[in-house]
């Protein structure tokens, strides 16, 4: 008998390889508005750090300490009085401080900060005097200040209680900004550009205080600031010993703690400094090239990097998902319609949005458990209506396993690289081993009910 069946036309004879090509195309497609959302977590990053900004304005911002100096008035032969200054650094100084931790809400957005109460001891030498380069003709010690820097002065809420030699001084300490000038050509002075809200604790020694060799002296002081507590050494030995009941600290800077410890309960750390190249005459400000050590007061999940993190996988999940059904088409002889993929993979990215915005009122982990539910089970309840309800289920049950294991990946800092990667590795496997039998030439499948 004579075969009168019509020649398949191209697209029937690869029905099947046109239909995968138009899921990767669609794929990308769908990534633009998806990584579109990672634009919106930058926003609302910066609306974030516009908040903490607000708030540092009013309570104070990340804390800078220069740790002390001794401003002293000198003349030389042939000047006018007052008109040089030598600024003497410490031998030693030990900072005592306890951080009491707390958290201020701006709208929906809240932010760490701090109440530091802070003793500040050490000890200056005026025999460090005779290592100037010029010999000074008189020196006028009863104008000597004793002088601590400080990166953001609104943090400083109360008057400094100071001694000196063991005796408390009388005289508050002046508590003002710092204002931006030029150095003189003449002077020994170094005066820099001041940062932001920067200002100075300033306390007039007593003309008959100042011993002839070594001036020990105490400030007591609260401090309040943000996030960070750092810290600017002066003198040759320096150690720094801080407690506090935050969990999760973050020492940074050049100078790691000598010793540290960290628990639910809270953190001590001490930082123990020997400058080898100490310069007792050498003015020192935050401007300069000098170490500095200190502590940020971290918030363990950080939602907006855990929500980028997030977006990162999309590629992933939405190929996955896409190639699930692709594959049903294949064994249960069924059709998915063109428009029912790019509904399906609106979505898998509407996911994130939702992730995003339950992030900022809940728990990362809570968020991302109530996002994945509502979007597993709005593709549940769709391919069980336009496939099967059996379908449907196993979908959605395997959804469910890939959204747990990129949770696992994006929780785990250190290792999700190497767990993304291996992750990757046998999802392509498992397409691979999957379409192995697939005849890419064979004619499309009869439609089923969509």
């Excluded at 590795?425 to 030439?441: C, E, H, P, V």
Aim: glycine share 6%.
């Amino acid at each position: 008998m004579e075969n009168t069946s019509a020649p398949l036309s191209f697209f029937d004879r690869f029905a099947y390889a046109i239909k995968a090509a138009f899921i990767i195309f669609l794929m990308i497609l769908l990534l633009v508005p998806t990584f579109n959302i990672g634009s919106l977590v930058e926003e609302r990053h910066q609306l974030r750090e516009g908040a903490a900004a607000a708030i540092a304005r009013t309570w104070g911002g990340e804390q800078s300490i220069l740790l002390p100096q001794l401003s002293i008035p000198y003349q030389t032969t042939g000047s006018a009085a007052h008109d040089r200054t030598f600024t003497l650094n410490p031998r030693s100084v030990k900072v005592d401080g306890n951080v009491k931790p707390s958290e201020l809400k701006r709208g929906i957005y809240t932010v760490t900060v701090y109440d530091t109460k802070l003793q500040i001891s050490g000890s200056f030498s005026l025999a460090d005097l005779k290592k100037a380069d010029e010999a000074p003709s008189a020196i006028f010690l009863d104008k000597a200040k004793l002088l601590l820097n400080i990166e953001d002065i609104g943090g400083v809420y109360s008057q400094p209680k100071i001694t000196w030699n063991g005796q408390p001084l009388a005289t508050e300490p002046n508590v003002t900004g710092i204002e931006t000038t030029a150095a003189p050509a003449n002077t020994t002075e170094e005066i820099h550009a001041s940062a932001g809200n920067e200002g100075i604790v300033e306390i007039s020694i007593p003309a008959g205080a100042m011993k002839e060799d070594v001036n020990a002296f105490s400030i007591d002081m609260d401090l309040k600031g943000s996030t960070a507590l750092n810290f600017v050494p002066t003198s040759k030995n320096t150690e720094v010993n801080l407690q506090s009941t935050w969990e999760s600290p973050n020492f940074y800077g050049d100078i790691p703690p000598h010793t540290r410890e960290v628990s639910k309960s809270g953190f001590t750390a001490k930082w123990i400094v020997q400058n080898m190249n100490w310069n007792p005459l050498k003015p020192m400000s935050f401007h300069v090239n000098t170490k500095q050590f200190g502590v940020k007061l971290i918030t363990p999940v950080d939602v907006y990097q855990q929500s980028a993190r997030a977006i990162k996988y999309a590629f992933l999940i939405i190929g996955i998902t896409f190639f699930l059904y692709y594959f049903v088409e294949i064994a249960q002889r069924r059709t998915v319609h063109p428009i029912q993929y790019g509904l399906i993979g609106i979505a898998l990215s509407v996911f994130y949005i939702l992730l995003l915005s339950l992030s900022e009122h809940t728990s990362f982990l809570l968020a991302y458990i109530i996002a994945s539910a509502m979007t597993i089970g709005l593709i549940v309840l769709y391919t069980s209506a336009v496939l099967t309800r059996r379908i449907g289920l196993t979908i959605g049950g395997l959804l469910a396993l890939f959204y747990t294991f990129i949770y696992v990946i994006i929780s785990a800092e250190d290792y999700a690289l190497l767990m993304g990667s291996f992750g990757l590795f046998f999802t392509l496997a498992g397409i691979m081993y999957y379409s192995r039998k697939i005849n890419w030439s064979r004619t499309q499948p009869a439609p089923g009910n969509v």
